[in-house]
């Protein structure tokens, strides 16, 4: 009796590329979904630009801050100004008049 062999099917003839392509499948979504993938590059570099420019926005106001705290030590005038407005200082002698704030309602 001669042995009869069965064609070999699928498996086994592309067996060794099946395994190939599930392996460069995976390494590939790795590559784009893994926790140091494509996506999350992308996500750190969006943050990377945000933090940069808040980082500007607060350079550029420490320096207005900086200039306005030169200006208030160099000039008295200035001083005084922000210390009448701000802290409702007076000088000797001088006498504060409080007018209400006007209603929109007419007096009856």
Do not use: K, Q
């Not at 969006?46 to 607060?58: A, C, F, M």
């Amino acid at each position: 009796m001669v042995a009869r062999r069965t064609p070999p099917g699928l498996l086994a003839r592309h067996g060794g590329t099946l395994m190939a392509v599930a392996i460069v499948g995976t390494l590939l979504g790795a590559l784009v979904f893994g926790s140091r993938g494509l996506l999350h590059l992308v996500a750190l570099r969006g943050e990377e630009h945000r933090v940069v420019e808040r980082i500007t926005r607060l350079l550029e106001e420490n320096d207005r801050l900086r200039t306005r705290l030169g200006a208030i030590r160099r000039d008295d005038p200035t001083l005084e100004r922000l210390a009448r407005e701000d802290l409702g200082l007076v000088r000797p002698g001088e006498v504060i008049y409080r007018v209400p704030a006007r209603t929109t309602d007419p007096p009856r």
